[in-house]
């Protein structure tokens, strides 16, 4: 059976006015939404931003230290995220203390009851390599496989990494080893440079601040099926197009104006409609079964049933083949939604032990698609299925907040 070519388009469009005023991105894969997410036009995201913080409370109990970043704004952060933090100023101990200054960078966003998470393993992204200042391994993305995952960890482990860890995104795959040899250059001399800055700055200031949260959507996507990159508004355009030019002018043929007044561009792709879809409780599938999506503070809880599905053969064989179409939706929702945390899937109880691990299979397969990271851990003995996925950013529907 051929398999169906996977098309992606990037719709980039403005919603809302003044407060409420967002910067909607939804990603399509064959004109169907896989991602969606809205961006404050008033409210800067602080995810990504790199800091002078100062430790104002150590809580050995639990792990943890807390450290204001700005006035006010006071983070979480883990005693053991990093072996190798870069002090501006040090209290003279060797464990962190009350009164330490360090460079921390924002790795998600506050919660509903949770605030801002810091790192001090610095992490700077590129197109197509991360430059990490705590974890000096070379690492490649799980999704580039066979001989061209050996050709990257040879061709890194060859090259002056002058103290830091790398790790070769997805975009690499179809990259010349000149390009990746270049963004190395790059990455290693803006941390150089910043690091050498902030020995004399005072505490609270941003020595590295990301793009507008919105824009660093061009940086991450993964090039491989992307066709366009499309936006009817002209100021989003043309911040689209400075970043483009300055930093991937290679990739400048993907961008397109939209500029047809009778047909609005988020009418065109229904990015209300996804929007709607991903604020559900329910979602019905093809067959007449449907899911119920149900998101707590603790986990989020997705129940499969068989609603209308009707079918003449066997029940067990009916039950295999809703949840495996189940299976692709949950993965799709999982995206869409921005879920993340512990979820528990209750799909439909099979006896047969291959129908489960045949399930089991076709999931994990889905899951390792996702750009963030996504892990099916089991299933429990009460056929429960677990899955974690990094939190990064806030959940679909409290970005829409």
Avoid at 23 to 42: D, G, P
Avoid at 343 to 350: A, G, K, R, T
Wanted: proline share 2%; glycine share 6%.
């Amino acid at each position: 059976m051929k398999q169906e070519k996977k098309v992606q388009k990037l719709i980039i469009t403005r919603s809302g006015m003044g407060e409420s005023e967002k910067v909607i991105t939804a990603l399509y894969e064959n004109n169907k939404a896989i991602e969606l997410n809205a961006f404050s036009m008033t409210h800067e995201s602080l995810l990504g931003n790199i800091y002078i913080g100062r430790v104002q409370k150590v809580a050995k109990h639990i792990g943890a230290a807390f450290i204001e970043i700005t006035k006010g704004v006071v983070c979480y952060y883990a005693l053991d995220d990093c072996k190798r933090p870069i002090y501006t100023k040090k209290i003279n101990s060797k464990d962190l203390v009350a009164g330490d200054e360090l460079l921390v960078q924002v790795s998600r966003e506050a919660s509903k009851t949770k605030p801002p998470t810091l790192t001090a393993n610095l992490n700077i992204t590129g197109k197509y390599l991360v430059l990490t200042t705590g974890k000096l391994g070379l690492g490649v993305s799980n999704k580039i496989t066979g001989d061209k995952r050996k050709q990257l960890k040879e061709m890194m482990k060859s090259e002056q990494t002058d103290g830091y860890g790398f790790i070769v995104r997805t975009n690499a795959k179809s990259a010349a080893v000149s390009e990746l040899q270049a963004e190395m250059r790059d990455l290693i001399g803006y941390c150089n440079e910043f690091q050498e800055r902030a020995k004399f700055l005072s505490c609270y200031t941003v020595v590295s601040k990301m793009e507008e949260a919105w824009l660093t959507t061009l940086r991450d996507i993964n090039r491989s099926g992307l066709e366009a990159i499309i936006t009817d508004d002209t100021l989003l355009y043309k911040q689209m197009e400075t970043m483009i030019q300055e930093k991937h002018p290679e990739d400048l043929h993907y961008l397109q104006f939209y500029e047809d007044k009778l047909l609005p561009l988020e009418k065109l792709y229904n990015v209300e409609g996804a929007i709607d879809e991903a604020l559900r409780e329910r979602i019905w599938l093809k067959s007449g079964a449907y899911l119920v999506i149900q998101p707590t503070e603790a986990l989020t809880v997705i129940d499969v049933n068989t609603g209308k599905y009707e079918s003449k053969k066997k029940k067990q064989d009916t039950f295999l083949k809703i949840n495996l179409e189940a299976a692709i939706e949950i993965a799709r929702q999982l995206r869409l939604r921005n879920l993340s945390g512990m979820i528990v899937v209750d799909f439909i109880n099979m006896d047969s032990e291959e129908h489960k691990q045949e399930l089991l299979a076709q999931l994990d397969k889905l899951l390792r698609k996702d750009a963030v990271k996504t892990v099916l851990v089991d299933m429990t003995p009460l056929n429960l299925v677990e899955i974690t996925r990094k939190k990064q950013k806030k959940p679909l529907g409290e970005q829409l907040k």
